[in-house]
């Protein structure tokens, strides 16, 4: 075997036993059919969402930081530091941080809020 085939190998299964550590419930599944499967997937996918929100909201704060020294940094030497820098680090961090309440908004203006998108059959009259 390769060298490079022997990395790779090495880093799929250190990569399989971290998520096996880290979500131990979809390691240990114990479900004997496809729907089982599905509903238990269903169900412990839903942390994702939040976790996304989470992470974008640490780099967005990040990014207005970083925006703002860039901004300190071009008040003291024109020159030197453009103000594009500061301006578009502070805007794409300011939308970082605010994304996921902007999509929240649209979903409950529109209706979407619940189990999921679909047409609730029993509510609809002939």
């Given at each position: 075997m390769s060298k490079q085939f022997t990395q790779d190998l090495v880093a799929?299964?250190?990569?399989?036993?971290?998520?096996?550590?880290?979500?131990?419930?979809?390691?240990?599944?114990?479900?004997?059919?496809?729907?089982?499967?599905?509903?238990?997937?269903?169900?412990?996918?839903?942390?994702?969402?939040?976790?996304?929100?989470?992470?974008?909201?640490?780099?967005g704060v990040l990014f207005v930081g970083l925006g703002i020294i860039d901004l300190k940094k071009h008040a003291d030497n024109p020159n030197g530091t453009p103000l594009k820098n500061g301006i578009a680090k502070t805007l794409a961090g300011g939308a970082m941080v605010g994304l996921p309440a902007l999509t929240g908004f649209f979903k409950n203006t529109l209706g979407m809020s619940g189990s999921g998108a679909g047409v609730d059959v029993g509510a609809l009259n002939f």
């Amino acid at each position: 075997m390769s060298k490079q085939f022997t990395q790779d190998l090495v880093a799929g299964a250190l990569i399989a036993v971290t998520l096996g550590m880290a979500f131990p419930e979809i390691s240990l599944a114990q479900v004997t059919d496809l729907s089982g499967f599905a509903n238990q997937t269903q169900t412990q996918m839903g942390t994702v969402p939040g976790i996304i929100t989470m992470i974008l909201f640490v780099v967005g704060v990040l990014f207005v930081g970083l925006g703002i020294i860039d901004l300190k940094k071009h008040a003291d030497n024109p020159n030197g530091t453009p103000l594009k820098n500061g301006i578009a680090k502070t805007l794409a961090g300011g939308a970082m941080v605010g994304l996921p309440a902007l999509t929240g908004f649209f979903k409950n203006t529109l209706g979407m809020s619940g189990s999921g998108a679909g047409v609730d059959v029993g509510a609809l009259n002939f």
